[in-house]
């Protein structure tokens, strides 16, 4: 599928169950977010089998986080990156959350002591080479415009900052892809049930395999951040779907 336009990169094509073409996109994604902020953490433990955590640390350790480093955790969400993170980097280090919903950094504040922002990935308000490690959770399949996110995450990072990014990625195993399907359709089913989630959540779970389904390949996402200048751009995967793209600013 070509989503690649000569000013843009968009993650995928207009999702029509949800929404009618790219200009609504901004709008359904806040909507969903806020409307689901408060059972995100209990979708997320299902969803993960409560493995999350100990996945975002080993990914963390993995590509170089370390003591005292200032990190942006760009799509905070509820924090569970981010929490990781403080865990890792001691007393000396520093976290700042940035989210566009409001209502996900709420959560964030109910749970964590960090400074955070509302904000968008596409334009950050902060000054060039802000920080040493930048990370995004399972958040690029929403954003805008993939090449001004990167520029954006080019121009915070310190020179010899690191990008790490998480995303699930459509696996190209033909098994694990239909696995992956169905187990996304017991859990839709599951989560819409008012006692654990309800019809918002549902969707959010439908939603969120539609995004990786249709999500451009990582050959594109690693170009793109060669392109924007990052050096040692690569990917490493679990299971043919859990995905960590990491970059350093050289
Ligand atoms: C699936 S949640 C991930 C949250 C968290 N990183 C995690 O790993 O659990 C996606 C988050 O991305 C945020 N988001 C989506 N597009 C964004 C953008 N362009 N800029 C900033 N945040 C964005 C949403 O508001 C939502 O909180």
């Given at each position: 599928?070509?989503t690649?336009t000569?000013?843009?990169?968009i993650?995928?094509p207009?999702?029509?169950?949800?929404?009618?073409?790219?200009?609504?996109?901004?709008e359904?994604v806040?909507?969903i977010?806020n409307?689901?902020?408060?059972?995100?953490?209990?979708i997320?433990?299902?969803?993960?089998f409560?493995?999350?955590?100990?996945?975002?640390?080993?990914?963390?350790?993995?590509s170089?986080l370390?003591?005292?480093?200032d990190?942006l955790?760009?799509?905070?969400?509820?924090g569970?990156?981010a929490e990781?993170?403080?865990?890792?980097?001691g007393p000396?280090?520093?976290v700042?959350?940035l989210d566009?919903?409001?209502?996900m950094?709420?959560?964030?504040?109910k749970?964590?002591?960090?400074?955070?922002v509302?904000?968008?990935a596409?334009?950050l308000p902060?000054?060039?080479?802000?920080?040493?490690f930048?990370?995004m959770?399972?958040a690029?399949?929403h954003?805008?415009?993939?090449?001004?996110?990167?520029?954006?995450y080019?121009?915070?990072?310190?020179p010899?900052?690191?990008?790490?990014i998480?995303?699930?990625?459509?696996?190209t195993?033909k098994?694990?892809?239909r696995?992956i399907?169905l187990y996304?359709?017991?859990m839709?089913?599951?989560?819409?049930m008012?006692?654990?989630g309800?019809?918002?959540?549902?969707?959010?779970?439908?939603?969120y395999?539609?995004?990786i389904?249709?999500?451009?390949g990582?050959d594109?996402?690693?170009?793109?951040?060669?392109?924007t200048?990052?050096?040692q751009?690569?990917?490493h995967?679990?299971?043919n779907?859990f995905?960590?793209?990491?970059?350093?600013?050289?």
């Open positions: 599928m070509m690649q000569d000013e843009k990169l993650p995928h207009p999702l029509k169950n949800f929404y009618q073409d790219e200009t609504q996109r901004n359904f806040n909507r977010f409307d689901t902020a408060s059972k995100y953490d209990p997320n433990s299902i969803l993960s409560g493995s999350g955590n100990w996945y975002r640390k080993q990914a963390l350790l993995r170089g370390t003591t005292g480093m990190i955790d760009v799509a905070t969400g509820t569970l990156v990781s993170e403080i865990a890792i980097i000396k280090g520093s700042m959350g566009r919903s409001y209502n950094l709420a959560e964030v504040g749970k964590l002591n960090i400074p955070l509302q904000g968008d596409n334009g902060f000054s060039d080479n802000s920080f040493d930048l990370t959770g399972y690029l399949r954003v805008d415009d993939l090449k001004e996110t990167f520029k954006e080019f121009r915070v990072l310190k010899g900052g690191t990008l790490l998480l995303e699930l990625m459509k696996p195993n098994i694990i892809y696995m399907l996304f359709r017991l839709t089913a599951l989560i819409s008012p006692g654990v309800g019809k918002n959540e549902g969707k959010l779970i439908q939603y395999w539609e995004t389904d249709q999500f451009v990582s594109i996402i690693i170009n793109s951040l060669s392109e200048g990052f050096a751009a690569k990917s995967q679990l299971f779907f995905t960590e793209f990491t970059a350093i600013k050289a």
